[in-house]
């Protein structure tokens, strides 16, 4: 592999976003948030009135999709020169997200997007099949996991601190389902790679994560 790429996949809620961030700010290497991608997808398919179950037309809006990421840790996100980045972290864009990922045309779609994303010094990629699927050549490879309860709680709290509504026992049942869909979807369902680095971070802090995961890298 001409560029170094670190692999992180998980379940939603597990802190990889938050792991891959920190990791690539220490680095000094790209980020790719692979959910932003199905996440601005589904939002761009649903402006222009298309379907969620409508593979082929959802395929399309993902090879047109004019996105961006820009400022610092690429983390502003826009939509044809709009700024959604809020707009995309909602609870029911994730679940459209899951929806349009299950779609091997629009995972198609998406690949050598993704892919392009790899580039010097190096690329610190977070999603649900980047060490089996994007880049299965990654050196290093971790699999961050945490029980849905412990997901639910977290993501409770993020809510809660933005100020939006929530439901602590209907988010954790929304991710018990999300975590079935995505591990049961015909194309690349979510799984460790054979050679992952399995990380529970159910008891762990983030900077015991992270660490752990340097650790990986050998750094």
């Known amino acids: ?28 290497w790209h980020m790719l948030d692979s959910g932003a991608l199905y996440r601005l997808t589904a939002l761009a398919a ?12 959802v395929a399309k809006a993902a090879l047109a999709l004019d996105a961006r990421f820009e400022g610092e840790d690429e983390a502003r996100v826009l939509l044809e020169g709009e700024d959604v980045t809020l707009a995309i972290r909602s609870e029911a864009a994730g679940a459209a997200a899951s929806i349009v990922a299950a779609h091997p045309a629009v995972r198609d779609a998406l690949l050598e997007r993704q892919r392009r994303f790899a580039q010097p010094p190096g690329l610190v990629a977070d999603g649900r099949d980047m060490g089996t699927v994007v880049f299965p050549d990654a050196p290093v490879k971790i699999y961050l996991d945490a029980s849905a309860e412990v997901r639910g709680e977290r993501r409770y709290k993020q809510l809660k601190e933005k100020g939006l509504d929530a439901n602590l026992d209907q988010i954790i049942e929304d991710i018990r389902q999300r975590d079935q869909r995505d591990m049961q979807r015909p ?4 799984k460790p790679a ?19 995961c340097l650790a990986r890298m050998g750094k």
């Open 194 to 212: 054979d050679d992952a680095y399995v990380i529970d971070s159910s008891g762990l802090t983030v900077e015991q994560v992270l660490a752990e």
């Open 187 to 190: 194309v690349a369902p979510l």
């Open 46 to 57: 649903q402006r222009r009135g298309i379907g969620l179950d409508d593979a082929d037309a």
């Open 1 to 28: 592999m001409a560029v170094q790429v670190l692999a992180i996949d998980g379940p939603s809620g597990s802190g990889k976003g938050t792991i891959a961030r920190l990791l690539a700010k220490r680095l000094g």
